[in-house]
């Protein structure tokens, strides 16, 4: 049962435009929600998060939107640039469980093209 | 600089025989975690451990072992590998704490024949 769900395998987008990447949960038990880039041949890298008690969060040109009734969340990269092309993940935590584990999505392959 | 460490990264081995990935992280964090990724199916958690000697099942166990004898290190045992192993493995670390970012090596490329 996949409780974090990508529904896109695979998004292009024309760079100095938005990028709208999207995930769906359906575990209400989580309250914190993180977003990560893949490269090739490299780890997934920390990208932006955001708790519960938010509903939205900004770090440069990266927002996340929560909507919790919806159980959805959205990644938003404004202007997206060719470097932005990577896999991004969204992950989910629920703190009622104690430590730290994440839950992911599937993934979306971003491609920025020139 | 912050790190986590995986070994190899890249290992082609066949069926039956024993083989370990070590994985070592210099943050001094207390939760660390195995992930595998599988075309399709994203990153699925194997174990996971939140202190020396505290370690747990994670979604996809089944034919793996860890330990956690020191707080940096974190190896993942393969005690008979077979084909439906052959996967990209990652190993994470992070703080105790629900939400915080886990730091990830760069990955194992594993192939089992």
Known sequence: DQQVKQNSPSLSVQEGRISILNCDYTNSMFDYFLWYKKYPAEGPTFLISISSIKDKNEDGRFTVFLNKSAKHLSLHIV??????????????????????????????????EL | EAQVTQNPRYLITV??????????QNMNHEYMS??????????RQIYYSM?????????????????????????????????????LYFCASSPYQAGQPQHFGDGTRLSIL
């Not at chain 1, 202007?79 to 994440?102: H, I, M, R, T, W």
């Not at chain 2, 195995?34 to 990153?43: E, N, S, T």
């Open chain 1, 79 to 112: 202007p997206s640039q060719p470097g932005d092309s990577a896999v991004y993940f969204c992950a989910a935590s629920e703190s009622s469980g104690g430590g730290n584990k994440l839950t992911f999505g599937t993934g979306t392959q971003l491609k920025v």
């Open chain 2, 34 to 43: 195995w992930y595998r990724q599988d075309p399709g199916l994203g990153l």
């Open chain 2, 51 to 87: 202190n020396v000697e505290v370690t747990d099942k994670g979604d996809v166990p089944e034919g793996y072992k860890v330990s956690r004898k020191e707080k940096r290190n974190f190896p993942l045992i393969l005690e008979s590998p077979s084909p439906n192993q052959t996967s």
């Open chain 2, 15 to 24: 069926t039956g025989k024993k083989l370990t990935v070590t994985c070592s």
